[in-house]
């Protein structure tokens, strides 16, 4: 079932490569003038988008029954939870200043990086400070206390027109004042999509070219209001399990799924992010897959259609723990970026996406699934025009054989970490990769 065409993506966003910085964990100082010294490196392993987690005042409130149960067991102590807001118009000293953005977006442009910032309507602090004035911004029950919810959070009105005016003002203020580039929304879906559709329309006004992104999966999202969405994590995390036909039952799920939305829909192609980072650490890309597995799941992220997304210190292969809510000394360790691992995964991104640059096939084209013989291997042809790739990826454990779907003599290799035989026939090690350029 066709459920329309989705709307025209922004070029820089379409192409780009997204990296999250989580400034609590990204540098041991977690502001913007530490985050801003590393954005060079940023553009070094292949990213061209920069999205930084909110950088908005956060609520101090010690109430703990307005803590989200992150807030709770984080170990912290900490209300200052960056989705929790207190003032959407001012920056949290803890990341610094107005000023500190406005250098940070410059420095980010002057190397040809793009800039979102997250935002999370949703909810906010029950200490929030447009509260005092305007006490029907939030939702209420009956006997006047906070209606909250999932995260406990008071939940924001917006059947109040005051405060759709107010946000869709706090979206055009970070574009005028601080020339972002676009927004990635917070459970987008949790708000009426007629809010996001009129925010686009005013915020193209001022950038027509504005990139926004929603965490969230309805089809109507890309109708008029959003460029891309999120799938969920588990969606890729299936490709990758231990089930003897999981590349052929992930195929299946994606032609399932790809029919209930809209025609060129785009989807982020993730393993990791902050909320990985922060709730289910142990089970981060490098510890559940293993390092090579991982490599060949990033692989599938930087060829399959979509938005590739990098979270911060995925590129030298960081397993710790990252708290969203305070300061954690499991921070990135950046002096892992000498490891032989860390140079491996560097060189793979900066390849990749280098390739996903050059090649609009990567971006633009179709997805031809094919058939490798072993329901392990996936296989798949990304086409555009008569430029052509195919793709070879072991989402198993273990060494797995495989067809190559084409004849070598019309191949030629441009990423390999497995080997292939006259008889068209490969062999790919746990996490092993095949991608050729067809002639």
């Known amino acids: ?225 959003f460029d891309v969405n999120y799938l969920t994590f588990t969606t890729v995390d299936s490709l990758f399990s231990e089930e003897e036909n999981s590349a052929a039952s992930f195929v299946r799920q994606r032609l399932i799924y790809n029919s209930s939305q809209p025609l060129g829909a785009r989807y982020i192609r993730f393993i990791d992010n902050h909320d990985i980072a922060n709730d289910d650490f142990e089970n981060r890309a490098e510890a559940r897959y293993g390092f090579e597995r991982a490599n060949a799941a990033l692989i599938y992220c930087m060829t399959i259609d979509g938005v590739p997304f990098l979270y911060c210190g995925q590129e030298i292969a960081d397993r710790r723990r990252h708290s969203i809510i305070g300061k954690h000394p499991l921070g990135i360790h950046w002096e892992d970026a000498e490891t032989e691992q860390a140079r491996q995964r560097m060189e793979l991104l900066r390849t990749a996406s280098a390739l996903r640059r050059s090649s609009p096939a990567f971006s633009r084209g179709r997805t031809l699934w094919l058939f490798s013989g072993n329901p392990r291997v996936l296989s798949f042809e990304r086409r555009w025009k008569e430029e052509a790739f195919l793709i070879l990826i072991n989402t198993s454990g273990k060494t797995e054989a495989a067809v190559v779907p084409a004849d070598l003599r019309s191949l030629v290799p441009l990423m390999r970490n497995g080997e292939t035989a006259e008889n068209n026939t490969c062999t790919l090690p746990a996490g092993g990769y095949l991608l050729f350029r067809e002639i």
């Open 1 to 225: 079932m066709n459920h329309g065409k989705a709307r025209t993506a922004p070029e820089w966003l379409r192409n780009g490569v997204i990296y999250q910085i989580n400034l609590r964990a990204f540098t041991p100082e977690g502001t913007l003038n530490a985050a801003k010294t590393k954005l060079e490196h940023i553009r070094s392993c292949g990213a061209t988008v920069v999205y930084l987690m909110p950088v908005y005042m956060s609520d101090g409130d010690m109430d703990r029954k307005y803590w989200s149960e992150r807030q709770k067991t984080s170990g912290t102590e900490n209300p200052r939870n960056p989705y929790r807001a207190a003032d959407y118009f001012r920056i949290d000293p803890e990341y610094g200043t107005e000023n500190d953005l406005r250098e940070f977006v410059a420095e980010a442009h002057r190397l040809e990086l793009r800039v979102m910032l997250d935002l999370a309507y949703y909810h906010c602090g029950p200490g929030a400070l447009f509260l005092k004035e305007h006490p029907g911004w939030v939702r209420r029950n009956p006997d006047g206390s906070f209606y909250t919810g999932q995260w406990s959070f008071p939940v924001l009105n917006f059947e109040n027109p005051e405060l759709r005016e107010h946000l869709w003002n706090n979206m055009e203020f970070f574009v005028r004042e601080f020339d972002v580039d676009g927004y990635r929304i917070d459970v987008s879906g949790n708000v009426v999509l007629s809010f996001w559709e009129e925010a686009r329309h005013r915020l193209e006004r001022l950038r027509p070219d504005i990139g926004m992104l929603s965490e969230g999966t309805k089809p109507e999202d890309q109708l008029s209001a």
